[in-house]
């Protein structure tokens, strides 16, 4: 075989139905999977190599923790929860190299986001690379549809360092190792980063788009780019070929505004970075999607989670990682009573509807995470046998539980926004403020309740905090680029926190997202 | 059919070595029995960017043999391609097989060019990158693992593939001596990564001169002092060579012991390198056809000008270079780069490679002006 004729051999056709990439692992009863679990625990040697690391060497001896005693959940429940935080403490202290666990040098470091301006790094080493391309290759038989050869994808990644980065090429030269699914066959792409997603959707709109790959917030606002634009891109087309039909086309899009789904035939949406809920029907009617599926993963984690052909949850892998959830009032707790420790329980066991924070551990060979509070908040869909087959739990992401402002692409740190208003003198301090996350149809909307330390002219007041909210870079960048709303400021005299129970401030509130996330 | 490569040969070490040391008689041979193989100029001619174009120059495809045919057929240039991706239509007439993956150049005067590739054109590039990464490998007293800074720019621009295909290369067949950190540059403001390349120190630096320019400014203290550890530069997109070139000014800016001209572009499919003798960049023979128009002759709009074959220019021809590649996707006949080359030599190099040696010594439109 040579390459050539690898691009010309015929696509395997017929159903798609129940087909897996690791049947054995993926299908497994949950049961079964624990068991399996277990008996990585009793054998794995990772906790030994994690406590070299600074990340938890110290919080685990002072914690009386025997890295080589762990051997089974029950041991593990013991440790210490570990989080970014720590993360970014550890790594002010200490050199980089310190926080390798693995005997092989990384092959890549990535940087995540630093949305509270300091970024973490994260080594990545070969064999933590293949286990995410190997748990990938699930991924290609997930959906309703298989990829066909001529699906034309437009994907939208962040620039190095962000790992999104590194997937393209590094994936291409999988494929020439013959490595993937041999019975479905990619298409073509166009893969850009924010900086040319103008450039690149374009081409990709040439080139007839079927399938996109990206936060959704950014593509709603291409299409309400496109909107805009939707005269001239007529225009275009009549340049291109004149006819009696496009300059029909060419008039009537004068007088009403072009969807891209009037131009394009898009059928697949994969979406990452942020909730698909409140943005799905706003998809489905800009670009006529068919189908969507949410994607999850995180640079410390590599492995993605992705909703399957029975959009009910993303399957939460249970053979590379042990999932455990802490309950929602367990996290109530914890903000309310200093030094409470909330327990978690084990993902298999949560049931339906349950919801809290996720925490992972898994068996990463350079940066292996344990008991690790990903800040994201879930909800339990599911731990039986799901439609298509797979066996492990499902969950829904909903929002951040960590102080992290999370308007999708949009995200900084509450103490980013605190930095600023404690700023204000003028015309008074801000003696109360909080934030409140809402959307208007699917735009996330900011809005900042302020109570003034005196009393003040309203409109004064409102104009030195929207100046200060203008000094969050990333926030400003946000509305100026129609990716989020423009925030609301309010001035309230008495800013209670609603929540009931508690005495306690809290400075960050995402109201319920239902209804209202309709268009 | 076009180029093939079998995966054996793409993920050998040292695969190719044999064709570095071929006598450049016989690669020209290769070549010659290539284009009899590939059907170059038929298949070229179901292109819209060629089948008009030459037969309105009166040029019969079929009749086209052997690569002195090739002087006979119109050039292309950057203009051609810009027009190409101009719309639907004309993408879908010039394209001869559906590309895997899309790259385009830097861009930095005027719209960018679009550039396609197959998975089979892919497995091209990846295999040059590994004959110059190897090419590079060795380096008496390296640490291992060598720590290499490798700035990018983000997709779809070409120089993205570098640093991930050169991983690929040393993690499957180059002894995994490499640990990398990729950056773009439009991330420094706001992830400051630079501090934490100060921190781990690299060995290598990989960057386009502009970038590796900016870098330096950006470092808060001087940057051979910022980064004491590095002893070697890989750059490209401007010369290091010549009345313009680089060198001296980013040894001694990062206190270099060794820098490495790089040619790269998503026009050319090929990648090509300075060799450790620092004698020129290889152009390597086997996939692609060189030629130069050297300079002095009538300017446009006369006739066209002549070329030589690089492999048979006198060294000292200066001039613009020329390339034919066999691309699957689209390939190039006569493409114009607008770069600028010197052809040093085409007798075999200290370093035993046979492929002729040039220097890039900048734009065609910059010397002009
Ligand atoms: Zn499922
Ligand atoms: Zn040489």
Redesign the pocket.
């Known amino acids: 075989m040579n390459f050539s004729e690898a691009e010309t051999k015929p696509q395997v056709a017929a159903s798609f139905v129940n087909h897996y990439w690791e049947p054995d692992w993926e299908c497994a009863p949950l049961p079964e999977l624990v068991a399996r679990l277990e008996a990585r625990l009793a054998e794995t040697d990772i906790f030994v190599r994690a406590a070299r690391s600074p990340l938890y060497r110290q919080r685990w001896q002072e914690a009386g923790i025997d890295p080589a005693a762990i051997r089974s959940y029950r041991d593990l429940q013991r440790v210490p929860y570990t989080d970014a935080a720590d993360l970014r403490l550890a790594q002010e202290r200490h050199h980089p190299d310190e926080f390798v666990c693995s005997d092989q040098s990384p092959r890549f470091w990535v940087s995540t986001s630093g949305s509270t301006g300091v970024p973490k790094w994260v080594p990545i080493g070969g064999a933590d690379l293949e286990l995410a391309r190997r748990i990938g290759h699930r991924l290609a038989y997930f959906g309703e549809k298989p990829a066909r050869p001529d699906d034309m994808a437009l994907a939208i990644a962040a620039p190095a360092p962000f790992i999104s980065d590194t997937s393209t090429w590094p994936g291409l030269v999988n494929e020439l190792r013959g490595d993937g699914p041999q019975d479905i066959r990619q298409g073509e792409a166009v893969i850009c980063s924010f900086e040319d997603v103008a450039e690149g959707a374009l081409m990709a709109f040439k080139r007839q788009v079927t399938v996109l790959i990206a936060f959704p917030s950014l593509i709603m606002r291409l299409a309400e780019g496109l909107t805009e634009n939707a005269p001239l891109l007529a225009a275009q087309q009549l340049k291109q070929k004149f006819t009696l039909a496009n300059l029909l086309a060419y008039l009537v899009t004068r007088l009403r505004q072009i969807r891209p789904r009037d131009v394009v035939k898009v059928h697949t949406g994969i979406f990452a970075g942020e909730p698909l809920d409140p943005y799905r029907r706003a998809l489905y009617d800009a670009w006529g999607l068919k189908l969507s599926y949410n994607f999850y993963t995180f640079s410390e984690y590599q492995i993605g989670f992705c909703e399957?052909r029975?959009q009910?949850g993303l399957?939460v892998w249970m053979d590379v990682s042990l999932p455990e959830i802490i309950l929602q009032a367990d996290l109530e707790r914890e903000r309310e009573e200093e030094g409470y420790v909330p327990p978690a329980r084990p993902l298999w066991e949560a049931s339906a509807g349950d919801e809290g924070e996720l925490v992972l551990t898994h068996f990463g060979d350079t940066f292996p995470l344990v008991r690790w509070r990903t800040s994201d908040l879930i909800r339990v869909i599911s731990t039986e046998r799901?439609?298509?087959g797979?066996t492990h739990p499902?969950v829904n992401f909903l929002q951040r539980s960590d102080d992290l402002v999370n308007l999708g692409v949009i995200r900084f740190s509450t103490f980013t926004l605190q930095g600023k208003l404690e700023a204000i003198t003028q015309p008074a301090k801000v003696a109360r403020w909080q934030l409140r996350v809402s959307r208007r149809g699917y735009k996330p909307l900011l809005t900042v309740l302020v109570r003034p330390a005196s009393g003040v002219d309203e409109a004064e007041m409102v104009a030195a905090v929207k100046t200060a909210l203008a000094q969050v870079e990333v926030l400003r960048g946000g509305w100026e680029s129609g990716l989020v709303c423009v925030p609301e400021v309010r001035i309230v005299p008495d800013l209670g926190d609603r929540l009931p129970t508690s005495g306690k401030f809290r400075p960050l509130v995402y109201e319920t997202e239902g209804e209202e996330a309709r268009p | 059919m076009t180029v093939s490569i079998t995966p054996e040969a793409l993920f050998s070490p040292r695969a190719d070595e044999p064709l570095l040391h071929l006598p450049l008689a016989e690669l020209v041979s290769q070549t010659e029995e290539l284009l009899e193989r590939c059907d170059l100029f038929r298949r070229a001619a179901r292109s819209s960017l060629y089948g008009q174009r030459w037969r309105a120059a009166g040029i019969k495809p079929e009749l086209l043999q052997g690569r002195a045919a090739l002087r006979r057929l119109p050039f292309l240039d950057g203009t051609d391609l810009i027009a190409m991706a101009e719309s639907r239509d004309s993408l879908r007439k010039a394209l001869l097989t559906r590309p895997r993956i899309w790259v385009t150049s830097r861009g930095t005067s005027g719209p960018k060019k679009w550039l396609p590739l197959t998975l089979a054109d892919t497995a091209h590039w990846f295999a040059r990158l590994r004959r110059v990464s190897e090419m590079l490998s060795v380096e008496p007293d390296a640490p291992i693992p060598t720590f290499v800074l490798a700035i990018n720019e983000p997709m779809p621009r070409v120089s993205n593939a570098l640093p991930y295909l050169w991983e690929r290369a040393d993690y499957l067949t180059g002894g995994q001596r490499l640990e990398f950190i990729v950056a773009a540059m439009t991330m420094l403001p706001h992830n400051h990564w630079d501090r934490f390349v100060v921190q781990k120190q690299p060995q290598w630096l990989m960057a386009s001169v502009d970038d590796a320019r900016r870098l330096a400014q950006e470092l808060e203290v001087k940057a051979s002092r910022a980064l004491p550890g590095l002893r070697r530069g890989i750059f490209w997109s401007q010369p290091l060579d010549g009345p313009a070139g680089a060198r001296a000014e980013l040894e001694s800016t990062y206190g270099l012991a060794e820098s490495f001209s790089l040619y790269l572009s998503a026009e050319c499919r090929e990648m090509y390198a300075e060799c450790p003798a620092h004698a020129g960049l290889h152009l390597w023979m086997d996939g692609v056809i060189h030629e130069i128009i050297p300079d002095g002759q009538a300017p446009a709009g006369h006739e066209p000008p002549e070329t030589l074959f690089v492999d048979q220019a006198p060294p000292g021809t200066e001039g613009e270079y020329v390339i034919t590649t066999f691309t699957e996707a689209l390939p190039l006949i006569r493409y114009r780069t607008g770069d600028r080359i010197r052809v040093l030599d085409t007798a075999p190099c200290a370093c035993g490679v046979t492929h002729p040696r040039v220097l890039f010594t900048g734009r065609m439109a910059a010397s002009a002006a």
């Open positions: 399957c029975a009910d399957h799901c439609l298509c797979r499902r």
